[in-house]
Nanobody
Framework: QVQLKESGGGLVQPGGSLRLSCDASGSSIRISSINYMGWHRQAPGKKRELVATITLGDSGTTHVADSVKGRFTISRDYGMRTVYLQMNNLKSEDTAVYYC??????????????WGQGTQVTVSS
């Protein structure tokens, strides 16, 4: 199996910044089959929403939700299964539990989809 460990959440004032980290560990065969990682968030009473994704191949292609574009940046450690979410100019509406997600498929066609436990981000004065 694969475990995703998130860190970096906390309380920050509006306009502040936080950097979330997510590190994958566990089965080396399954970890090597992870091709994408990303961040989702879920605010109280709302559905979980996609925040940003990144491919782990050479391209490192990223996608960022319109709601955070220009403020959030996703990045990765090349060759590792570690991703970061740099969050700048945070707003109260960014308050949510942020979840790391990793997915891919093995050489034999098994679909992989792993989630972290989540880290709380609270934006408040």
């Amino acid at each position: 199996q694969v475990q995703l460990k998130e860190s970096g959440g906390g309380l920050v004032q509006p306009g502040g910044s936080l950097r979330l980290s997510c590190d994958a560990s566990g089965s080396s065969i399954r970890i090597s089959s992870i091709n994408y990682m990303g961040w989702h968030r879920q605010a109280p009473g709302k559905k979980r929403e996609l925040v940003a994704t990144i491919t782990l191949g050479d391209s490192g292609t990223t996608h960022v939700a319109d709601s955070v574009k220009g403020r959030f940046t996703i990045s990765r450690d090349y060759g590792m299964r570690t991703v970061y979410l740099q969050m700048n100019n945070l707003k109260s509406e960014d308050t949510a539990v942020y979840y790391c997600n990793a997915w891919g498929s093995t050489a034999w066609g098994a679909q992989l989809d792993y989630w972290g436990q989540g880290t709380q981000v609270t934006v408040s004065s």
